[in-house]
């Protein structure tokens, strides 16, 4: 407390001595972000690691349990008249199941390898609405983009979809993709192979692998009662328009169904926003 002979100037001076002090003794808070913010402990790196090891075991799971799928591709391909290098190649280089059947099916059907490949074609354009939501998620770096953007598929962007956090979603889709294509194409090799020792593919069910995954993957994202509308929609549009129109198609119509959803919340906020209003 400044005596009472102290000059103004002088209880300045003093105070900002205080308070100098007082700044000087202060613990210092580094900031968000800062470089000398203290390093997570042992604890916080030992869940991390188990949550990287859960992430991975989930998703070579999926990768394991689709990938077998391709023993029915590797069959039906030969049983449409591919060749061995050719059934490979298509695992190779096309890598999307759906878009794979698609193909040899309406090869086996008689249809012309332009209408086959078109409906392939159609059928695989989905991949590319995936990748434009997986870029945003995954930032990857640009020497590993050409090779990630191969393996954009159902599965892949699905497990990296459902993940908490961008290094989560990043061991997903890696462990899936990888895993996945490797089998994918093993399992391709050996069921083109070994076409007539398998015999029929349906008796062993390996082609409701990659669909049944892929429905496992989506239900528990379908929380809200629009999105179960979206994906109750999308079924019926699909499956009603698969016996008229070309393969591959009913899949494009099919994400009709979202913003028909939309289009139908927005009218009926409509209507209601102008009830209360009158």
């Given amino acids: 407390m400044?005596?009472?002979?102290?000059?103004?100037q002088t209880a300045q001076t003093a105070q900002t001595a205080?308070?100098?002090?007082?700044?000087?003794?202060?613990?210092?808070?580094?900031?968000?972000?800062?470089?000398?913010?203290?390093?997570?402990s042992a604890g916080d790196r030992g869940d991390d690691r188990g949550d990287d090891r859960a992430v991975a075991r989930d998703a070579l799971g999926v990768?394991?349990?689709?990938g077998l799928s391709g023993f029915a591709f590797g069959v039906t391909s030969a049983g449409a008249g591919l060749s061995l290098?050719?059934?490979?190649?298509?695992?190779?280089?096309v890598f999307t199941g759906a878009s794979q059947f698609a193909l040899v099916g309406a090869l086996a059907a008689g249809g012309s390898p332009l209408t086959a490949a078109a409906g392939a074609f159609f059928l695989g354009t989905?991949?590319?609405?995936?990748?434009?939501?997986?870029?945003?998620?995954?930032?990857l770096p640009r020497a590993v983009r050409p090779a990630a953007a191969h393996l954009v598929i159902d599965e892949t962007s699905l497990v990296a979809l459902a993940q908490r956090d961008r290094r989560a979603a990043r061991i997903g889709f890696a462990v899936t993709g990888i895993s996945l294509y490797l089998?994918?194409?093993?399992?391709?090799l050996l069921g083109a192979l070994g076409a007539a020792a398998l015999g029929d593919t349906a008796a062993w069910g390996l082609d409701a692998a990659g669909p049944a995954v892929f429905?496992?993957?989506?239900?528990?994202?379908?929380?809200?009662?629009?999105e179960r509308a979206t994906a109750g929609l999308?079924?019926?549009?699909?499956?009603?328009?698969?016996?008229?129109?070309?393969?591959?198609v009913p899949v494009l119509v099919a994400a009709l169904a979202a913003p028909l959803v939309l289009l139908a919340r927005g009218r009926r906020a409509g209507r209601r926003n102008g009830g209360e209003v009158r």
């Fill in 2 to 8: 400044p005596e009472r002979n102290q000059t103004p």
């Fill in 18 to 40: 205080q308070t100098a002090q007082a700044l000087r003794t202060a613990p210092v808070r580094p900031a968000e972000g800062d470089a000398c913010t203290a390093p997570p």
């Fill in 63 to 66: 990768g394991v349990a689709v």
């Fill in 85 to 93: 290098a050719q059934t490979c190649a298509l695992s190779l280089l």
């Fill in 126 to 139: 989905r991949n590319a609405f995936y990748g434009l939501r997986l870029s945003s998620l995954l930032r």
């Fill in 183 to 188: 089998l994918w194409n093993l399992t391709t």
């Fill in 215 to 226: 429905l496992a993957l989506l239900a528990p994202m379908l929380r809200t009662a629009a």
């Fill in 234 to 248: 999308a079924v019926l549009l699909g499956l009603g328009l698969l016996p008229v129109l070309p393969a591959g």
